[in-house]
């Protein structure tokens, strides 16, 4: 028996609240201080808490998870047909629907690790190593050898190796977009803040698997391991429920059905034949084979399998790379999007949208860091920059006081740097200023301290100090500002304050740029030199929505599904760009469907509002909401669950680790494929390959298609089966010969399966697909309307295959060759309804139906070669008991089977009269008398 774990220490105890409390404070109960551990209590520590990595998930043993595979009712159905298959000793038979069940299983089998993958991208997130205070000097070590206590050292570049609480800090930033979803770097400090904020808002604390990007930093290590953020995560996806898929779940309850129904009509069949007609033992048992034979579809598993198979492949085309086979439909049956803003809706790339200058305001066309776009004044007009001093001021300052590049590559303009200092070299070169005839002297780095940056840049025999920041600070080191003639003026402070708030209040993050003459000579610039600073301007940066996302929301906006936004970005920067991508109107109300009528709900909910709703409470405002704001891991998967309480199929879209718990939560995991980290790619069902939110839009459409084609391709082939168990169990009701053998009723199941109803999977989707809403998943997969038309469909061409059997066995047929004529009837049949299966909701009696599928004739011609074989080839009589026939044998059933189109067509017909006239009477105006 394994011994018990240690009991934790207080040195290895979880410290409550490590942001919120003062840093000295946090070490002394961690058992540790600014200096650091020794080496003996570091091996302590590890030997108790463990090592610092992500632990791998736990298993079921190997035989289960080949076991799981079978537990499917379509593979029941199966199973039991290569049963029956067994007991009549067509083994041949048998091994080939066994086959299909094993594939199909494998397939599963091969798709079932994506959570296990994921976690596994999870745990390479980790750093390597991890420069460590031990025994009074810095070293490095193992990151799996960290332990809370330690004191860690990092810089740019490097991977924070555990949660840590920090000690001291010098410009220190830390790039958490894949933990929290913020596109810009987050400035870290040892000031302790609330003890409610959230993991965005801990600017005290850096997070395990997150960058550096700028400045040094030291902190004492508080959790390590599964205990991180990033383990945290981990539980989360290991935690998250998997869902059935709408089709999954129709498919279960028709193969059910399907089950009960065939045993139903057995019970009664084989009563009848006994009381009534006194068939003998062996004689019901064959009947009973032949009629579940017949009855069961032992294509549609395969079918349906094949039917997604292709559509992955279409969607793949499309930039939609499918990682689970059901997902591909279930894209069809979305009613609400929840996506994640940074990257997704957003392009990712800080851009400057407008500049304010005393004299007026410029707007800044283009996104991203392509130097592509113009800046205008305000009446439209491109403004150069000898026409505008003020302008030239403002673009000259930013691109001066600047250590970002953006560089042409293979894949579009890249940034070299911080993104905000990024969005304003673009800047500066839309508005051609690229600093060309200054030289840099000195400079004093931004300093999360104070704020700003500040350079001294020579040109000729002068020198000018230009400066930016954040507003507030400049603001106050300004005594003039820039005119319009680009000469001093008096400054107004109270005009400048209301320009950043009214800046702010569009999502814009506000930046200041002011200069200053330098003294002759000076070659250095200090702290104590930015005084009597000349304001140029402002600027307003922030990471754009996507063009092509604003067209795909109102696209899925009119389609009926829901589109809505999480973020952990800030609630005002949420709002303005929810209401630039069309999800809000301009006064912040939901423009997706089923908007309630009052204005009750909010138009962003934050993550510690969320945090204060219960289960109930969530659920009853969530349809509401459409914009969530600073929200954690666990708030979307909330969102998800709740959204799922109402019965939505949920899509979550997401590249950072902070989704992964959410999309392996949702019914269709979205991952974006260029900038989406691995652990999120491993937990999605599917990834974009071109990062494109329009992408998915297409998805959907695509996943509409193809449920439609697996729809038709159900609706196409069940009357085969229906009309050879109607054949079979007519002729047992009223103790005739049997017009068609089990091993003749395999042939058309698989003949039809394999040929004809392939063809509808290549069918092109429907006039208007992405005009109607999205379908009801709990709908069966055979409404009312379409079981009759089944039912209709199967007695007509079971009807016909009765009438010629005993009608050629009333001539001068034999039996062989009268069950041959019947098959070839079906087959026929079969033939001419799937020509009325092409337009579910118009009709087939127009020269479309010829055309757009050339897969429908390469399968008619193949089923026809098929059937030629199965009536001339010698052997194939000994196998399924055919016989040749002539003429008489082909024109009958081809006569039958056009007549056969023509009878489902003006069934067709008078079923879409139905249908306008109950639109009709529900669209008239309502009576002003109600009848008694």
């Known amino acids: ?212 990007v700028a ?15 990033l383990g945290r995560i981990q539980g989360l996806v290991a935690e998250a429920d998997e869902l059935s898929t709408p089709l999954t779940r129709q498919l279960g309850r028709f193969g059910t059905a399907i089950a009960l129904l065939i045993l139903v009509l057995g019970v009664v069949m084989a009563v009848i034949g006994h009381t009534l007609h006194h068939f003998s033992v062996d004689e019901l048992l064959s009947a009973s084979i032949g009629f579940a034979v017949a009855a069961v579809p032992e294509g549609l598993p395969a079918l349906v399998t094949i039917t997604l198979a292709l559509g992955v492949q279409q969607m793949a085309r499309r930039n939609a790379i499918t990682r689970r086979l059901p997902s591909v439909e279930t894209l069809g049956a979305v009613t609400t999007i929840c996506s994640d803003k940074t990257g997704t809706l957003t392009k990712n790339e800080m851009t400057a949208r407008v500049v304010r200058t005393a004299d007026g305001t410029f707007d800044v066309d283009g996104a991203g860091y392509a130097p592509e776009g113009a800046v205008t004044s305000s009446g439209g007009v491109q403004a150069a920059l000898g026409d505008h001093p003020d302008l030239r001021s403002v673009v000259e300052a930013v691109a001066l006081c600047n250590d970002a590049e953006v560089v042409p590559g293979a894949g579009g303009w890249a940034l070299v740097g911080e993104p905000t200092e990024g969005a304003l070299r673009t800047l500066a070169l839309k508005a051609g200023e690229d600093g060309a005839g200054w030289d840099r002297v000195a400079v004093v780095p931004f300093d999360s301290a104070v704020k ?55 999502g814009l993050r506000v930046l200041a740029a002011a200069r200053r ?81 009052e204005d009750t709900a909010p138009a962003v909910l934050t993550g510690a509002e969320l945090e204060a709703l219960s289960t109930v409470q969530l659920r009853a405002v969530v349809l509401d909401v459409d914009v969530y704001a600073r929200t954690s891991p666990e708030h979307k998967i909330r969102i998800v669950s709740a959204l799922q309480a109402h019965r939505q199929v949920v899509a979550m ?3 950072g680790v902070n989704d992964a718990p959410a999309l392996s939560q949702a019914d269709v995991g979205v991952a974006m494929g ?75 199941n698989m003949v039809t399966a394999v040929t004809l109803s392939l063809a509808l999977a290549y069918e092109s989707a429907e006039p208007g697909i992405m005009d109607r809403p999205p379908r009801d998943p709990d709908e069966s997969l055979v409404g009312r309307a379409a079981l009759g038309r089944i039912l209709l469909v199967s007695a007509v061409i079971g009807g016909a295959t009765l009438v010629v059997f005993f009608t050629e066995r009333a001539g001068n047929m034999s039996v062989a060759q009268a069950q041959t004529t019947a098959v070839t009837t079906l087959v026929l049949g079969q033939l001419a309804y799937l020509f009325n299966c092409r337009f579910l909701g118009r009709s087939s009696l127009t020269l479309d139906v010829l055309r757009g599928n050339r897969v429908l004739w390469i399968s008619a011609g193949a089923l026809v070669v098929l059937q030629l074989l199965f009536v001339y080839v010698p052997f194939m009589h000994t196998v399924f008991d055919s016989a040749s026939v002539g003429w008489r044998g082909w024109w009958v059933p081809l006569l039958l089977a056009v007549a056969v189109f023509g009878f489902v067509e003006a069934v067709k017909a008078l079923s879409r009269r139905r249908e306008r006239s109950r639109l009709a009477a529900a669209h008239s105006p309502v009576s002003g008398s109600v009848a008694p």
């Open 1 to 212: 028996m394994p011994a018990p774990p240690p009991a934790p220490t207080a040195a290895t105890r979880a410290v409550a609240t490590p942001w919120a409390r003062p840093a000295p404070e946090v070490a002394a109960e961690l058992g540790s201080s600014a200096g650091g551990l020794g080496s003996a209590s570091a091996a302590r520590r590890l030997a108790d808490v463990g090592p610092n990595e992500l632990p791998p998930p736990e298993r079921p043993p190997l035989w289960r998870r080949v076991l799981a595979q079978f537990q499917d009712v379509l593979v029941y159905v199966l199973l039991v047909s290569a049963g029956l298959k067994a007991i009549l000793g067509e083994w041949i038979d048998f091994t080939i629907i066994l086959l299909v069940a094993v594939v199909n299983a494998a397939v599963g089998f091969i798709q079932e690790g994506r959570a296990e993958s994921a976690l596994e991208g999870i745990r390479q997130m980790l750093s390597p190593s991890a420069e460590v205070l031990r025994d009074g000097a810095w070293a490095t070590v193992d990151a799996a050898h960290v332990v809370p206590g330690d004191v860690v050292r990092v810089r740019p570049g490097e991977r924070v190796p555990a949660d840590v609480r920090v000690l001291e800090a010098t410009n220190l930033r830390v790039e958490e977009s894949a933990l929290t979803g913020e596109a810009l770097a987050t400035e870290k400090d040892p000031v302790p803040v609330d003890p409610q904020a959230g993991v965005g808002d801990r600017s005290s604390m850096l997070f395990s698997g997150t960058i550096v």
């Open 215 to 229: 400045g040094t930093g030291s902190g004492v290590v508080v959790e390590t391991g599964a205990s991180t953020e």
């Open 452 to 506: 700003y940056m500040a350079t001294l840049d020579a040109r000729g025999s002068g020198a000018v100090v230009h400066v930016k920041g954040a507003p507030d600070r400049v603001l106050a080191r300004c005594a003039s500002q820039v005119g319009a003639d680009g000469t001093a003026e008096p400054l107004d402070p109270a005009f400048w304050e209301g320009e950043v708030e009214a800046l702010g209040a569009r």
């Open 517 to 597: 003459t330098a003294p002759d000579g000076a070659r250095g610039v200090h702290d104590d030199d930015l005084h009597e600073l000349e304001l140029c301007g402002l600027i307003g940066i922030v990471d754009p929505p996507r063009p092509e996302a604003v067209v795909a929301i109102a696209d899925c906006h009119r389609a009926g599904i829901a589109v809505k936004m999480i973020t952990g970005d800030h609630p005002g920067t949420a709002v303005a760009i929810a209401k630039e991508l069309g999800i809000l109107d301009s006064a912040g109300r939901p423009l997706g469907p089923g908007t309630p009528d």
């Open 653 to 655: 879209t997401g590249d």
């Open 674 to 748: 260029i900038k989406g980290t691995e652990a999120t790619k491993e937990a999605a069902d599917v990834v974009l390959a071109d990062d494109n939110f329009a992408t998915i839009e297409r998805a959907v459409e695509e996943g509409r298609r193809i449920y439609d084609n697996v729809r038709k391709s159900v609706l196409f082939l069940l009357p085969t089966n229906g009309a050879q168990a109607l054949v079979i169990l007519v002729a047992v009701l009223f103790g005739l010969t049997l017009p068609l053998t089990p091993v003749q009723v395999l042939w058309v």
